[in-house]
């Protein structure tokens, strides 16, 4: 009886990183605070004086690859706040790169991001702002 309890107890101790990493992984898929976000026409206005580039928002992860339009990039969600979210990504063939997206609104968002497209770096600070329905 005391070496099943000794099996018990090694085992539910050896358990405990596999849970403690199982969680975080399971909410870092969530990214909430962009499914928080209204859906819509959205401006970007960037801090260095480019052109406004307006975008149709449908879930939010639109913020995230504003320098790689492709699908198929592989994402890890650095920081998965209720204001604020961090997704670092890699696009194979395209470069990388890593977006923080700070919530002010469901119609207002901060974004900073940085990383390599075409063999590039870039590095952006912008103003995202809803303005009406997607045409």
């Avoid at 204001?83 to 890593?98: A, L």
């Avoid at 469901?106 to 497209?117: E, N, T, Y």
Wanted: glycine share 10%; hydrophobic share 35%.
């Amino acid at each position: 009886m005391q070496f099943r309890k000794s099996v018990a107890i090694i085992g539910a101790v050896l358990a405990l990183p596999l849970a403690s990493h199982a969680v975080p992984a399971m909410a870092q898929a969530s990214l909430a605070m962009l499914n928080s976000l209204e859906t819509g026409a959205w401006d970007l206005r960037f801090r260095d004086g480019s052109s406004v580039r307006k975008i149709c928002v449908r879930t939010g992860r639109e913020f995230i690859q504003l320098r790689h339009k492709q699908s198929g990039c592989n994402r890890y969600v650095v920081e998965d706040g209720k204001s604020e979210v961090t997704v670092q990504y890699t696009c194979p063939g395209d470069g990388y790169g890593r977006t923080n997206i700070r919530k002010e609104s469901g119609s207002l968002v901060q974004i900073d991001s940085q990383g390599i497209a075409d063999g590039r770096p870039f590095q952006f600070s912008a103003e995202a702002r809803r303005t009406g329905s997607c045409n």
